[in-house]
């Protein structure tokens, strides 16, 4: 009877998620989300309650959070029982986390900040800042990130006229191309 009931909740969970869409299965699950954010992930680990989410953040697919430390199991008090560890991860406003990023306990990731793919985020990120690697370290301000995408990217003002999505990347490589030379 166990099985079929988390066989239940599962679905339930998973057309809930495509119905109401992934910001509102996250706040239900407990995450706090603020306003006009893009969630490309499902699973919020044990703890969704201890995420809290700014304004215009964007969680791309594979990014875990993780809001405590089940290493602690392996340290026993007087009675044989284990220690716990958990904090919250707090993540500001107007960021981007990319592919595959781990953001471990306790973390605070400041506003206006972006996470490269693949990082492991393991210590505080100060607002205005780009973040790479493992673990993931400060390697350059905001401002210099988008004045290097303003002269190296084309904007959506300049699709603005391409309809389809393979003719808008094309023209968007195009473009690229033309300020590159």
Same mark, same amino acid.
């Given at each position: 009877?166990? !099985?079929?009931? *988390?066989?239940? =909740? +599962?679905?339930?969970?998973?057309? @809930? !998620?495509?119905?109401?869409?992934?910001v509102a299965y996250a706040r239900k699950k407990g995450?706090?989300?603020?306003?006009? =954010?893009?969630? @490309?992930?499902?699973?919020?680990?044990?703890? #969704?309650?201890?995420?809290?989410?700014?304004?215009?953040?964007?969680?791309?697919?594979?990014v875990k959070f993780i809001t405590h430390d089940g290493? /602690?199991?392996?340290?026993?008090?007087?009675?044989?029982?284990? @220690? +716990?560890? !958990?904090?919250?991860?707090?993540?500001?406003?107007?960021?981007?986390?990319?592919?595959?990023?781990?953001?471990? #306990?306790?973390?605070?990731?400041?506003?206006?900040?972006?996470?490269? *793919?693949?990082?492991?985020?393991?210590?505080?990120?100060?607002?205005?800042?780009?973040?790479?690697?493992? #673990?993931?370290?400060?390697?350059?301000?905001?401002?210099? @990130? $988008? *004045? &290097?995408? &303003?002269? /190296?990217c084309a904007s959506d003002t300049d699709l603005a006229?391409?309809?389809?999505?393979?003719?808008?990347? +094309? =023209?968007?490589?195009?473009? $690229?191309? $033309?300020?590159?030379?």
């Amino acid at each position: 009877m166990k !099985f079929i009931k *988390a066989i239940l =909740c +599962q679905v339930f969970d998973l057309v @809930y !998620f495509f119905i109401k869409g992934s910001v509102a299965y996250a706040r239900k699950k407990g995450v706090v989300v603020g306003e006009r =954010c893009r969630i @490309y992930i499902r699973s919020w680990g044990s703890e #969704p309650f201890l995420v809290n989410i700014g304004d215009d953040v964007t969680v791309t697919s594979g990014v875990k959070f993780i809001t405590h430390d089940g290493s /602690t199991c392996l340290v026993k008090d007087e009675h044989g029982k284990r @220690y +716990q560890k !958990f904090a919250p991860i707090t993540v500001g406003s107007r960021v981007f986390i990319g592919v595959n990023t781990i953001i471990m #306990p306790g973390v605070t990731i400041g506003s206006d900040v972006v996470i490269g *793919a693949g990082s492991v985020v393991t210590k505080d990120i100060s607002d205005n800042s780009v973040a790479i690697g493992v #673990p993931a370290k400060v390697v350059s301000s905001f401002e210099d @990130y $988008q *004045a &290097k995408i &303003k002269a /190296t990217c084309a904007s959506d003002t300049d699709l603005a006229d391409v309809h389809g999505y393979a003719e808008r990347v +094309q =023209c968007a490589i195009e473009l $690229q191309n $033309q300020k590159h030379s």
